[in-house]
């Protein structure tokens, strides 16, 4: 690895999860709105607003100046900029939008945007939404639109937010937004998502200043033993969650080992669809945060597997129930580094989540130390080993919306006060500024 290069020490956040549920700038309804709507959840209250981002990026991005950051990922809601996911942007939106991005550059930030982390417009829902090959139409006019309003100051894109999680949670398992389930609206989601990432990719490269990728979840998977049946199922699973949106972006085409799901899938496969998912992404965007334990179980319909709770293993857990295992980034970038076109690796996100309580004005998040100095080592050794890992983004700035968990589990790195919207910086925000000021190159 070459470290006389920038290595990209950055934060994220999404809008979704920061600017709340209230309709600042008139924007319009997307799928979480309804979904949460539909779980008679009420969007109303004041800690809906989350951290009210719109209103305190100002102060946000100055104190991720201030931990030594040089880098900001965030989300542009499509929702928000596109009420109805076509036509017009909203103008409001689009001064929201610029001013964070003009803000981010009068203090030497790098801005870095995600298309589409998870707020698709309702009204394009109501056609099917990931399931309707018509949104490939639709995103590539949203994708162009975005590029054509702020390309001139933004170089850094990230075309969508883990699509293996959204498509398999929101039309699959019905467990997130827009809540369908079952194989006939998954496994068009899935191609469509697929060939989404490479339109959005193709596009933004015809740009030569771009830096172009896309963010994808990883898993660490592990067989729950070493009985052969475990270990097919593991196997399995890491073809899914990992490969799957992986391989076509490094030419390969999905993976063919899960020989009945592929043929269920290639249903949605058009001829031309080979050519359309061929792109060369300048980065990968790793998102890693824990591993996985896998178990044979005949009983489950589609793949017969089920995943064992870290808990029953008593194994450490996080707020979010997942094991506190910071090696997983470690080995998944090993596992990465087997790929020979693999392109360079950004880590677009990686943290833990704790239920963070104040403390006098202090939060002392030891545990989440402890877990981002393992992860940073791992980075460290795999860099030393000439793994390509050109950044890494901490999950998150902020504590904010966890999706289905709401408010509960804190990732940030900053508490937020979800009342009075108090931002102070935990423990382990300050720890992150003397590691980057050590180890600026890694
Ligand atoms: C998502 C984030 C989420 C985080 C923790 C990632 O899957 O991109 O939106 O908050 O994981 O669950």
Redesign the pocket.
Known sequence: MDNTEEFFWGASI?AT?TEGFHRYNFRGVSIWDEFLKKRKIDTSGIEFSSCDFVKHYEQDILKLKSLGFQHFRFSISWAHIQPLGEGMFNNLAVKYYKNVILFCKKNNIEPWITLY??DLPENLEKLGGWSNRLILHYFEMYVKQIYQTFGTEVKNWIVL??PS?FTAAGYLLGIHAPGKKGLKNYLPALHHSVLAQSIGINYLKKYPQNYVGT?L?FGDIAPYSKNRFDQKAANQVHTLMNRMFLEPLLGMGYPKNLRSFYKRLSVHIRPGDDKLMQCKPDFIGA?I?TRHFIKYNPIQPYLKVKVIKPKKLQLETTA?GWENYPNAVGNVLNWLSIYENLPEIVIT?N?I?LEDEMNGNEILDNTRIEYLEHALNCIKIARQNQIPVRGYFV??LLD?F??MELFR?R?GIIYVDFKTKVRTIKHSGYWLKNYIKENLKM
């Open positions: 999404s999860q982390h998870w937010n883990e999680v963010s979840h998102q945060y979010m996100e943290g989540a999950w998150s904010n966890e999706w589990p990732f």
